[in-house]
């Protein structure tokens, strides 16, 4: 395999440009010339293609978002647009595909590796770190961290305010980003999709805590629980107490990527890239127990989630 195109899909994560340096100066490493694929599977289907070198990447290894940018691209799921992406693909010489993204973005590329038969590698490139096959996923450090800046933050005001505070965190339907986050920024309870929530109990501990003295309890709430107003309202019902929410949103998703997911993006672009090279498509990478790892693409959507439970029953007792 000689010529290979890279595209970044989906939400934006940190890590994604590192993800893409490190493919396109690993690929040139092995003589492959590698495209990029400006707007994900949008621009794809319109042939937004340009010949990368190592110079295109950069000063971009500490960039946050993505230098190929991404877009939804609703006719990327019917059969003509993927015919449209395949035409593409073979006008440019293009032998193979590297995707960059969450599950939406894996489930367009299985569908261009098992229908049309197209050798595609992935990289999980999603804060919400969501992907069952892989521990973690690019972008999900950087944005732990960011949101634990914000718990620090918030908690000084809190605190001088004599508040509670309950912020709301992405995720979509996993929450991994308030559960490590929470734990690691002593926040006094974690609200997340994957475990049955119980608002009396976590009145009662609120109530505990008042009668102690503090009344500047951080609560972190995952999205795919509720938002945070209806929470604090139901909380406003049942025990006297101040609370004040916030909604952290996009600034999660952008910054500086941590080292840790710098790291990981090298190696997962250097494994996708050998896959490639290797005639080994249809598969996507990602990092068990400190060890990068490929694992077939329909397999890997087919995992199911879930959350560590060990990892909530420790945060849970130390919030106490």
């Known amino acids: 395999m000689r010529r290979i195109?890279?595209?970044?899909?989906?939400?934006?994560?940190?890590?994604?440009?590192?993800?893409?340096?490190?493919?396109?100066?690993?690929?040139?490493?092995?003589?492959?010339?590698?495209?990029?694929?400006?707007?994900?599977?949008?621009?794809?289907?319109?042939?937004?293609?340009?010949k990368m070198d190592s110079r295109s990447v950069s000063d971009t290894i500490h960039r946050g978002g993505t230098i190929l940018k991404t877009a939804r691209c609703p006719e990327f799921q019917t059969k003509e647009g993927m015919d449209k992406a395949i035409e593409v693909l073979k006008a440019y010489g293009i032998e193979g595909l590297i995707v960059i993204g969450g599950d939406g973005s894996y489930r367009g590329m299985k569908d261009l590796y098992v229908q049309y038969g197209f050798p595609c590698a992935g990289i999980p490139g999603t804060i919400d770190n969501d992907l069952a096959y892989t521990d973690?996923?690019?972008?999900?450090?950087?944005?732990?961290?960011?949101?634990?800046?914000?718990?620090?933050?918030?908690?000084?005001?809190?605190?001088?305010?004599?508040?509670?505070?309950?912020?709301?965190?992405?995720?979509?339907?996993?929450?991994?980003?308030?559960?490590?986050?929470?734990?690691?920024?002593?926040?006094?309870?974690?609200?997340?999709?994957?475990?049955?929530?119980?608002?009396?109990?976590?009145?009662?501990?609120?109530?505990?805590?008042?009668?102690?003295?503090?009344?500047?309890?951080?609560?972190?709430?995952?999205?795919?629980?509720?938002?945070?107003?209806?929470?604090?309202?139901?909380?406003?019902?049942?025990?006297?107490?101040?609370?004040?929410?916030v909604k952290l949103g996009y600034i999660q998703r952008g910054g500086t990527p941590s080292m840790a997911d710098r790291v990981l993006a090298a190696r997962c672009a250097v494994k996708a890239v050998d896959l490639l090279k290797n005639d080994e498509g249809g598969k996507v990478v990602g990092i068990k127990n400190n060890a990068i790892i490929a694992v077939d693409v329909v397999e890997a959507l087919d995992m199911p989630r879930v959350i560590d439970k060990d990892l909530y029953r420790i945060a849970t007792l130390l919030s106490q």
Do not use: W
Not at 173 to 179: E, P
């Open 5 to 50: 195109a890279v595209l970044t899909s989906g939400g934006d994560a940190p890590g994604m440009n590192a993800a893409i340096r490190a493919t396109v100066r690993y690929a040139i490493s092995q003589n492959m010339e590698v495209f990029g694929v400006e707007r994900g599977y949008d621009g794809l289907i319109k042939g937004n293609l340009y």
């Open 136 to 245: 973690y996923t690019l972008g999900f450090d950087t944005a732990v961290n960011t949101v634990l800046s914000a718990i620090n933050n918030i908690r000084d005001t809190m605190t001088s305010h004599d508040r509670a505070c309950i912020i709301e965190v992405m995720g979509r339907h996993c929450g991994d980003i308030a559960l490590y986050a929470g734990l690691a920024g002593g926040a006094e309870a974690m609200i997340v999709p994957e475990i049955p929530f119980n608002l009396d109990e976590l009145c009662a501990a609120m109530k505990r805590n008042i009668i102690k003295g503090k009344v500047s309890d951080i609560i972190l709430l995952a999205e795919g629980v509720c938002d945070a107003d209806t929470l604090k309202k139901q909380i406003e019902a049942k025990i006297p107490i101040v609370i004040r929410t």
